[in-house]
């Protein structure tokens, strides 16, 4: 499966921003999707997973209240919504999918994912 992701840009503090990731070769029905984030000399941080029903959604501490993880499969795709963003969310975000051990599998573990988007930078002004 190759995902493609988008949305990314520059945003004040406070603004919002909306991230799609495209799948294409194979439908992203049964596979677990997740977000995460880098920063230069920084490892690859997990911030949202969602299983693939989209019944079943996790986390991290810091964007919890303020971003929002969805997907539709029947458009290939899955979102991460981004709102009151902070000068801290500055990263490229890169989105990626895992294969689902059942319906309301998700997991916060990088290991686990095997299929990486090729990621959409972020930028927040403070």
């Known amino acids: 499966v190759q995902l493609q992701a988008s949305g990314g840009g520059l945003v004040q503090a406070g603004g919002s921003l909306r991230l799609s990731c495209a799948g294409s070769?194979?439908?992203?029905?049964?596979?677990?999707m997740a977000w995460f984030r880098q920063n230069a000399g920084k490892e690859r941080e997990f911030v949202a997973a969602?299983?693939?029903?989209?019944?079943?959604?996790y986390y991290e501490d810091s964007v919890k209240g303020r971003f929002t993880v969805s997907r539709n499969n029947a458009k290939n795709t899955v979102y991460l919504q981004m709102n009151s963003l902070k000068f801290e969310d500055t990263a490229v975000y890169y989105c990626?999918?895992?294969?689902?051990?059942?319906?309301?599998?998700?997991?916060?573990?990088?290991?686990?994912?095997?299929?990486w988007g090729q990621g959409t930078q972020v930028t927040v002004s403070s």
């Open positions: 969602i299983s693939w029903t989209g019944g079943s959604t």
């Open positions: 990626a999918a895992a294969i689902a051990r059942g319906f309301s599998y998700y997991t916060s573990e990088r290991g686990e994912y095997a299929y």
């Open positions: 070769g194979r439908t992203l029905s049964g596979y677990a």
